[in-house]
């Protein structure tokens, strides 16, 4: 009797032990890597470009590795391609086997007395005032390795630390509701009054907090740790503040200040580029700054790459430099005060 073979592109009828050999044969490393990044990214067009190719050549490389698991890996959502079931099964592999080699590579560069690879940070849009030159610092040190800096709002990158996109997280602060999260606090975070410089309360010294009750505020949208951590203190006082406008970022607030909209609460590192020169007046209320710290954080059963644990090192050791460039500012606009 003559056995009929077996077609080649219907892996899922195989045997478990013979599928790893069929995707070793019909798959490549570089599909799989573009499949991890149109997942990641969300889009085909956003994928070819970080890795430097066309999208027809995505498209293809996208054929194949569906034709090689004998299922579409892909369904359009309207404009969007969404993963399907197996294409969601096929992504967490990707991200570990991607993450292995990754990280062999580095070890291997470290080996050879080099420190190439790659890191990629997620901040929340507050930590911009200062990740760059954070970045900037650590490139000085290992200047072979690439730097990937995404700045999202704070409830977007709990979501990335949720799904594991990036090496590392910057946030300020850390809610109760996150668990199994590595957390280190390296810098200071102070939230300060701010107001325009022609401001009635500007030459006041310890104004008491009770005070502000009488004043419109500008703050950030609901559901923002400064807000938050605002509201906090004014409710242990007694205080319901005023709210003028809600604005969804700290550049917007700024400038509703500076046109005397009203005051504002937010994070020192806002005014790292004015300074005490600039049209921003920081106000001296009793019970301010609230002491607030930054914090590095990542999934605690992630495995860090050898950059990622340098970097961490790195910030950790760079908090004097941090926490001397927020005195030299707190004590400038107090100098103005005097």
Not at 64 to 71: M, R, W
Request: aromatic share 6%; glycine share 6%.
């Amino acid at each position: 009797m003559t056995t009929q073979p077996r077609d080649p592109v219907l892996p899922q009828m195989m045997l478990k032990s013979e599928l790893p050999e069929h995707l070793i044969r019909h798959a490549t490393l570089r599909q799989l890597q573009v499949f991890e990044a149109i997942v990641r990214l969300g889009s085909f067009t956003r994928a070819a470009e970080e890795l430097h190719l066309t999208q027809p050549t995505v498209s293809i490389q996208i054929k194949k590795l569906s034709t090689a698991l004998g299922l579409p890996l892909f369904e359009h959502v309207g404009r969007r391609a969404e993963p399907t079931e197996v294409g969601l099964l096929l992504y967490d592999t990707c991200r570990e086997m991607l993450g292995a080699l990754t990280n062999l590579e580095m070890k291997l560069a470290e080996l050879h007395g080099l420190q190439r690879g790659r890191l990629q940070l997620a901040v929340i849009t507050t930590a911009q005032y200062f990740a760059p030159s954070l970045l900037g610092q650590f490139a000085r040190r290992y200047p072979e390795i690439e730097l990937s800096l995404e700045v999202s709002n704070f409830d977007r990158v709990l979501d990335r630390l949720a799904n594991n996109l990036d090496d590392l997280y910057i946030i300020g602060h850390v809610p109760e509701r996150l668990r199994d999260v590595a957390i280190y606090p390296f810098a200071p975070n102070p939230l300060v009054v701010m107001a325009s410089r022609d401001h009635p309360l500007v030459r006041r010294r310890q104004i008491p907090l009770q005070e502000l009750e009488k004043e419109t505020f500008l703050m950030r949208e609901p559901g923002s740790g400064i807000r938050e951590a605002t509201l906090r203190l004014f409710e242990a006082h007694g205080i319901s503040p005023r709210v003028r406008m809600e604005l969804g970022s700290n550049e917007a607030i700024k400038q509703a200040v500076i046109g005397g909209l009203g005051l504002a609460v937010l994070s020192l590192h806002t005014l790292s580029a004015e300074g005490a020169e600039g049209p921003v007046a920081l106000l001296d209320v009793q019970h301010f700054p609230i002491h607030r710290q930054w914090h590095i954080v990542h999934p605690k059963k992630k495995v860090l790459s050898v950059v990622a644990r340098a970097f961490l090192d790195f910030a950790i050791q760079d908090e004097a430099r941090l926490r001397a460039q927020i005195d030299g500012m707190l004590a400038a606009f107090k100098a103005q005060t005097d």
